[in-house]
């Protein structure tokens, strides 16, 4: 049944009204998982989706914003966080930031999922407090989030890296930032700009041991001011894969005044010469 309700026209919805509103807790958690499947296919349709008057009855608006988000079917409430973000009424931006404090961490991962919409930027730091979530998924989910918000939410998750005391969390953050491929992101805005977070994060993920990515991609880049500023900043690190990265540039550098540097710093790294 579920299978063919959510192959109906959107604006045929209403006729869930019963079930939305029935006793029954699971009926509800139906009701509410059918109209997130029919909300995401017309999604899917339209770039700048959203929910009015126009595909969506009050009725059903209020239901959302008022009950089935505080429901006490937990499941019902998560399936009701994609539909709340779709949703053009004030109410459903706070009904959201209520289901990413829900006691169910189920719950928390559809809202925060949920959230990930460039509309919702100024909820930026209630997102940023599930990067300590006590579910791995949760803290994987806010990191994601985030980044859809660009440099903003590049920026809070850079700082919370740095300044969070939560190894899971660090942990975390640090693998989303290799798996989303920001460390080019990174890596331009430390070379085009003063002084920043960035060579902190640098010096955090070598001390992780993380550099392999960080490294391949400074390998291949042809910015001469990004590699000498990482010379100056961080090639004496000890981590083993910086330290290749510096021998390589010695060898090959066509820049003198860079190869000149990283052959300094490689004779201070070598044994031989009494170096760490």
Known sequence: MKSAAVSFPLKQADELLPLLAALNGRL????VDILREMVEREAAREAEFQ????????ELTELFVTKLCFDENPDARARSALTLSYLLDLRATPALVTLLEDS????????????AKRKFLSQADAIGKRLTDSQWMVREAAARTLMVFGRAGLDQLTRHFLETQDRYSREQVADEMQRAG?????????ASEPKGD????????????KTSYLVSTLASS????????????????????????????AARETDLEL????????????PEKGGT
């Not at 509800?28 to 009701?31: E, L, N, T, V, Y």
């Not at 920001?182 to 430390?190: F, I, K």
């Not at 190869?259 to 201070?268: D, E, G, I, M, V």
């Open 259 to 270: 190869r000149t540097l990283a052959t300094s710093l490689a004779r201070q790294a070598s």
């Open 28 to 31: 509800r958690f139906q009701a």
């Open 51 to 58: 929910l009015d008057r126009q595909n969506l009855s009050p």
């Open 182 to 190: 920001l460390l080019p992101t990174l890596l331009a805005q430390y």
């Open 222 to 249: 042809s910015d001469k001011n990004l590699r000498k500023k990482f010379l100056l900043d961080l090639g004496a690190h000890s981590d083993p894969q910086i330290r290749t990265w510096v021998r390589q540039l």
């Open 198 to 209: 960035e060579v902190e994060v640098f010096r955090q993920l070598s001390g992780m041991g």
């Open 104 to 115: 169910q961490w189920f719950v928390r991962l559809h809202a925060v999922r949920s959230l």
